[in-house]
């Protein structure tokens, strides 16, 4: 099971609005609504900030927020803030029953 | 409160072998499937295995298939990585995350809960 391909890097100026794409196939993203996204503080483990593709755990800001689009699922964090740096994983159910992380982007807020 | 807390790490040869485990606490644990999660220094994250939360079903991502072996106990709250072979590229951090959806079975939820992590290093 190959990893779902994110970009490497994303940034953007507080305030602002930046979008992490998150790329698979049929077999992942494409077949499931069952897309996750995590944020990850350096030294910290995972936290769920999205699942089902779009819905937001308790607790996390109204600030993120996630689509898909056939194999590409999306997550928007909009108003951007200083907190929000870190790094993001997407991760979807598989036709294995397996589950597959994205290959994880850095987000920079300048 | 909900957590949490594996244990088990340590440094070990190549080719050895090494049981990780992880105590639950704060919730129905039996109700819930549980992952494994593992993370190589600098590296981005790598699914490992599932357990459903019956234990009935197993499921490996290809890199420990064979090697690896996941199970649990409900009577004590405990999820276990029982890990053979272990290879110098099983160096990680090893979280366990629990998924979100009830008694379900399936690993299709989020990963809504996780440890702090266990560090695992082979090396000779």
């Known amino acids: 099971q190959s990893a779902l391909t994110q970009p490497a890097s994303v940034s953007g100026s507080p305030g602002q609005s930046i979008t992490i794409s998150c790329t698979g196939t049929s077999s992942d993203v494409g077949g499931y609504n069952y897309v996750s996204w995590y944020q990850q503080h350096p030294g910290k483990a995972p936290k769920l900030m999205i699942y089902?593709?779009?819905n937001r755990p308790s607790g996390v800001s109204n600030r993120f927020s996630g689509s898909k689009s056939g194999n590409t699922a999306s997550l928007t964090i909009s108003g951007l803030q200083a907190e929000d740096e870190a790094d993001y994983y997407c991760s979807s159910y598989t036709n294995n029953s397996t589950k597959v992380f994205g290959t994880g982007t850095k987000v920079t807020v300048l | 409160q909900v957590q949490l807390v594996e244990s088990g790490g340590g440094v070990v040869q190549p080719g050895r072998s090494l049981r990780l485990s992880c105590a639950a606490s704060g919730f129905t644990f039996s109700s819930y499937g549980m992952h494994w999660v593992r993370q190589a220094p600098g590296k981005g994250l790598e699914w490992v295995a599932v357990?459903?939360?019956?234990?009935?079903?197993?499921y490996y991502a290809d890199s420990v298939r064979g090697r690896f072996t996941i199970s649990r106990d409900n009577s004590k709250n405990m999820v276990y990585l029982q890990m053979n072979s272990l290879r110098v590229e099983d160096t990680a951090v090893f979280y366990c995350?629990?998924?979100?959806?009830?008694?379900?079975?399936?690993?299709?939820?989020?990963?809504?809960?996780w440890g702090q992590g266990t560090t695992v290093t082979v090396s000779s």
């Open positions: 357990i459903w939360y019956d234990g009935s079903n197993k």
């Open positions: 089902e593709v779009s």
């Open positions: 995350a629990r998924d979100h959806i009830v008694l379900v079975p399936a690993a299709i939820g989020g990963m809504d809960v």
